[in-house]
């Protein structure tokens, strides 16, 4: 039987992430960015690019332009000073650019301007020297001695660390590596923590997220990237965890916002880091996808934190029973059409579909983490574009049974409602005033247990003050 033009597309691309790194030959850039970063944060970038036609070099916006001097540009290349500190401190956005202290967490379009003028996307090679002192960070692979921007433009990239701030390396193991049967190997976690957090140490913040690296890739069999780059943000006048944003062009990156008063149980208590390195694991979902990506994060962050020990099953369930009705009407007029907090909750309780019926359909064998960790493992990752068919295709290739793809046609444009009060019962879950009861008699008692806690035994990840 010949193959569907989305399937074959997607062997296509299975076939070729497949292959050993040997086979892949690294091109030349067709850019380079070489950058000097002063003590007062202004930097000054030569940016040059091969081309047979004319390249043009263009800010991201208005803001960004009103912060650059010196620009001029001619036969392909661009030499300009751009004043960091002040755009940092005009922007001020988690979104775009942050200063504290002598330190800035920006997006890379804050600082480099885009090439206009290739027929497809460059591949960009960026070397950033700095004065003593001074650091520089990304979530982009490396290439020799340069951080690489390929398959995506400058617009989309995601965030830098430059100047006065800690640096710390953090080894993960690399995607997969965790499998039985498979050659451990290592990746990295760059962090990056800018002055001002005073409730807590540094050294207490870099365990928190080596604690929090480390429940993750219990869950996903190895850690969600090879390389990526996570920043910590201060925040006023607050205690505990704020904001978290996720961007993976090019690399993967997370910034999460952390109140400069908190302290450890704060962070342990959280989920917001969990959920951002949950979308690290998975790529950006084109095609009204949001709902596929936040509903995978939203649904998987409380299992994560439950296998660690860091969370109670009956906690789980309970916020499920008391949040998934948000999603009811998106799942029942069609998850294209799904909005807001619909996103999150349509997209759960999808999840959680996906995982029930792969645990039925399997005996127990498979499960959402093997669709999520598979399509991952076959190299479709955070830098990574595709549409939801596709995704779901990939899912059901890695676990082998087509049940991501039927319920994308049941759920997504026509729209199927779906009886949460029957499947709690199913399940064995019963909200009893204010407690969930878990019953082990019902039907699918067994299902419920393995959704929260897998097939195996889960392994603890010891809180700070269990050690």
Not at 39 to 60: A, M, N, W, Y
Not at 134 to 149: E, H, I, N, S, V
């Given at each position: 039987m010949l193959a569907s033009p989305m399937n074959l597309r997607l062997?296509?691309?299975?076939?070729?992430?497949?292959?050993?790194?040997?086979?892949?030959?690294?091109?030349?850039?067709?850019?380079?960015?070489?950058?000097?970063?002063?003590?007062?944060?202004?930097?000054?970038?030569?940016?040059?690019?091969?081309?047979?036609?004319?390249?043009?070099?263009?800010?991201?916006?208005?803001?960004?332009?009103?912060?650059?001097?010196?620009?001029?540009?001619?036969?392909?290349?661009?030499?300009?000073?751009?004043?960091?500190?002040?755009?940092?401190?005009?922007?001020?956005?988690?979104t775009a650019a942050v200063l504290r202290g002598e330190g800035v967490l920006a997006t890379l379009s804050s600082w480099l301007l885009q090439p206009r003028g290739y027929d497809r996307t460059p591949v960009i090679d960026i070397r950033v020297r700095t004065a003593d002192g001074?650091?520089?960070?990304?979530?982009?692979?490396?290439?020799?001695?340069?951080?690489?921007?390929a398959g995506t433009s400058v617009g989309f990239a995601g965030y830098n660390a430059l100047g006065r701030l800690s640096f710390t390396d953090i080894v993960v193991p690399a995607p997969g590596s965790l499998r039985a049967g498979v050659a451990r190997q290592d990746g990295v976690l760059r962090l990056a923590i800018l002055d001002g957090i005073t409730g807590v140490s540094h050294d207490e913040l870099v365990d928190?997220?080596?604690?929090?690296?480390?429940?993750?890739?219990?869950?996903?069999?190895?850690?969600?990237?090879?390389?990526?780059?996570?920043?910590?943000?201060?925040?006023?006048?607050?205690?505990?965890?704020?904001?978290?944003?996720?961007?993976?062009?090019?690399?993967?990156?997370?910034?999460?916002?952390?109140?400069?008063?908190?302290?450890?149980?704060?962070?342990?208590?959280?989920?917001?880091?969990?959920?951002?390195?949950?979308?690290?694991?998975?790529?950006?979902?084109?095609?009204?996808?949001?709902?596929?990506?936040?509903?995978?994060?939203?649904y998987v962050e409380p299992i994560i934190r439950a296998r660690a020990g860091w969370k109670t099953e009956e906690e789980v369930w309970m916020e499920w029973v008391k949040d998934m009705p948000q999603g009811a009407q998106a799942l029942a007029a069609g998850l294209q059409n799904a909005s807001g907090r619909a996103n999150y909750w349509a997209g759960a309780t999808f999840m959680l579909l996906t995982d029930l019926s792969l645990r039925r359909a399997s005996n127990g064998a498979k499960g959402l983490e093997d669709c999520l960790g598979g399509v991952l493992w076959s190299g479709i990752g955070a830098p990574h574009r595709i549409g939801i068919a596709e995704y779901a295709a990939a899912c059901d290739h890695a676990t082998g049974i087509g049940i991501m793809t039927d319920l994308v046609n049941s759920h997504y444009a026509i729209g199927t409602p779906v009886p949460l009060a029957t499947l709690w019962r199913e399940l064995g879950v019963t909200m009893v005033g204010d407690r969930i009861v878990l019953d082990d008699t019902a039907p699918g008692a067994q299902w419920r247990k393995m959704i929260v806690f897998g097939m195996k035994p889960p392994k603890r990840v010891k809180l700070p003050w269990e050690s």
């Open positions: 062997f296509l691309l299975l076939a070729v992430l497949a292959l050993p790194a040997a086979a892949q030959p690294i091109a030349a850039p067709d850019c380079t960015v070489d950058a000097d970063l002063a003590g007062d944060l202004k930097l000054q970038v030569r940016f040059h690019c091969r081309s047979t036609g004319p390249i043009s070099f263009v800010p991201e916006s208005e803001r960004m332009s009103a912060h650059v001097s010196g620009l001029t540009v001619a036969n392909g290349e661009a030499r300009y000073q751009f004043d960091l500190r002040a755009y940092a401190r005009a922007v001020d956005s988690p001074l650091g520089f960070a990304a979530g982009l692979p490396k290439a020799g001695d340069a951080w690489r921007l928190w997220v080596r604690r929090t690296a480390e429940a993750e890739s219990n869950y996903w069999q190895g850690f969600t990237a090879r390389q990526m780059m996570v920043g910590l943000v201060p925040m006023a006048g607050k205690r505990g965890v704020g904001f978290g944003r996720t961007v993976s062009g090019g690399g993967a990156t997370v910034m999460v916002e952390v109140g400069v008063e908190t302290d450890r149980r704060r962070l342990f208590n959280d989920w917001v880091l969990v959920h951002e390195l949950v979308h690290t694991g998975m790529p950006y979902i084109r095609d009204r996808g949001t709902w596929l990506m936040e509903g995978a994060a939203t």
